[in-house]
């Protein structure tokens, strides 16, 4: 298997180099050459196996050889050891036709540790190997600070900097990124947006010195390594879900914001997944939806929202889907993505729209819908939606057609968001690690949205910290 930049630019690397380089030394992002098809009879006996036999299969394809088979499963295993629950991500029938997936088994509570704690430990794997000491930037909106971080801290070789959006993350994400005391953990709170911080670690990594002297590497879904763990819950979902009501296909809800996780269910799709639709649920920062609607890919007004997470409005893996949409045409991502760039704005014809809308459904959740949907929900079912999986919710319950079945993505733990869940009216407990966190010192610098200052303290970070391998 090799991988190839959307922008055409780098091709024919393998999987390690793929995770290495992150993003795409040409700006674009990375694809796998040929998307590997899954047999139907080897879907039938995919269904019967435990999420890590399963995660093994899925990755497998991938890594293609790269990594002995011993060590990938010894890799998939200690990744998943640290959840809480047997099943990893476990499905619940909530009503007749909608099941949820619960993401939130993991160390931070959140979606992202099912693929952060496999590439925290592929990291690890590799610093190992080859001796090379590994120095993440990421952004955050804040799920995946929190748990990039608690996937590498301690691992030799590692240091780690995350930009998060100063004031924009509930108190409980923040906490989790900021109270962990390990220098080489470096938290930037930026006066700006995610989509600041993401503009920001992407201008610096296609500063290719400034990467290449810093050994610099991606934790955000711009490494395909994230997308593929991704994926895996898809075809899990999907095997109990088929087991427990016969459809043959399945449509999935997901919460939405850089557009990753929902991309992978996408490529599940594309492996030969039964998926039906995709439903896009986005907040207030409606771009995507604005998109699937009228073919008309523009940021909008910035809007803090009671899902902060998805505040977000250039998705960065919108540009993934589009390679694909035009026909897997390198030259044409670039000319749109120029275009992005100078223009502010994608437009697509009618043709592709069509297609768009075969792939798609989309919903925008209002504030008030949000609360009204975990506060409808809870008190029918006694079941608490955080704000992210409330909107996946809500955007079910307005695009999933009669009859079909889907699965409502669950983002993250309620007590992730309590903001949003106290204006709900509703008390919830503190699981005891969250609980935990409210006494600890927090460690973060405020820093302006700047590369210039943000690469001095990366700079000095490296200097001054010392790691071992
Ligand atoms: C809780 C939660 N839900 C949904 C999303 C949106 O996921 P994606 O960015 O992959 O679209 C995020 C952030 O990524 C998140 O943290
Ligand atoms: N919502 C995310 C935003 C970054 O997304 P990623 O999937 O690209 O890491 C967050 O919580 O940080």
Do not use: W
Not at 14 to 27: C, K, Q, R, T, Y
Not at 52 to 64: F, G, K, M, R
Not at 389 to 415: D, I, K, W, Y
Request: charged fraction near 25%; glycine fraction near 8%; aromatic fraction near 10%.
């Amino acid at each position: 298997m090799k991988y190839i930049s959307t922008r055409g630019n780098v091709t024919d690397i393998g999987f390690i180099d793929s995770v290495m380089m992150g993003l795409a030394n040409d700006g674009g992002l990375l694809v796998p050459e040929k998307i590997p098809q899954i047999p139907e009879e080897k879907l039938q006996a995919m269904s019967k196996l435990s999420y890590q036999e399963l995660a093994y299969e899925i990755i497998s394809y991938y890594v293609d050889g790269e990594i002995p088979e011993n060590d990938l499963k010894d890799l998939i295993q200690k990744s998943y050891a640290t959840f809480r629950h047997p099943e990893v991500t476990p499905v619940q029938k909530v009503k007749d036709n909608m099941f949820v997936l619960e993401l939130f088994h993991g160390p931070t509570f959140a979606f992202k540790d099912v693929a952060l704690q496999f590439l925290g430990n592929l990291y690890s794997y590799i610093a190992k190997k080859t001796g090379e000491t590994i120095n993440i930037l990421g952004a955050t909106s804040g799920d995946t600070g929190a748990s990039a971080i608690e996937g590498v801290r301690g691992k030799e070789g590692i240091r780690i900097c995350i930009l998060h959006p100063h004031g924009r993350v509930s108190k409980v994400q923040e906490l989790q990124m900021t109270t962990v005391n390990d220098e080489t953990v470096l938290n930037l709170a930026i006066k700006g947006t995610f989509d600041d911080g993401q503009r920001i670690i992407k201008e610096i990594f296609a500063d290719l010195e400034f990467k290449n002297k810093y050994h610099l590497r991606a934790i955000n879904s711009i490494n395909f390594a994230r997308i593929l763990a991704q994926t895996v819950y898809y075809f899990y979902a999907y095997f109990q879900v088929a087991k427990e009501t016969g459809a043959k296909t399945v449509n999935f809800s997901v919460p939405t914001g850089n557009f990753g996780d929902i991309f992978a269910g996408f490529l599940a799709k594309k492996m030969g997944l039964p998926v039906g639709k995709l439903i896009v649920a986005t907040n207030e920062n409606n771009i995507l939806e604005r998109f699937i609607e009228e073919g008309v890919y523009q940021p909008g007004e910035f809007h803090s929202t009671y899902s902060p997470s998805m505040d977000i409005q250039v998705a960065s893996n919108f540009e993934r889907y589009l390679y694909y949409l035009l026909g897997e045409n390198p030259k044409a991502v670039s000319d749109l993505m120029k275009q992005f760039k100078t223009e502010g704005k994608i437009v697509v014809g009618e043709e592709l729209l069509g297609q768009v809308k075969e792939d798609y459904a989309a919903y925008g959740v209002s504030g008030k819908e949000c609360l009204q949907t975990i506060k409808s929900y809870y008190g029918e079912s006694g079941y608490l939606l955080d704000p992210h999986t409330s909107c996946g919710v809500a955007a079910f319950e307005q695009r999933n057609h009669t009859g079909e079945v889907c699965v409502t993505l669950s983002t993250a733990h309620p007590a992730k968001f309590n903001e949003s869940i106290a204006l709900c009216d509703i008390e919830q407990e503190y699981p005891e690690q969250i609980h935990q966190l409210f006494d600890r010192p927090q460690y973060l610098e405020v820093v302006e949205a700047d590369n210039e200052e943000i690469s001095q303290k990366l700079e000095e970070h490296f200097r001054s910290t010392s790691v071992s391998i």
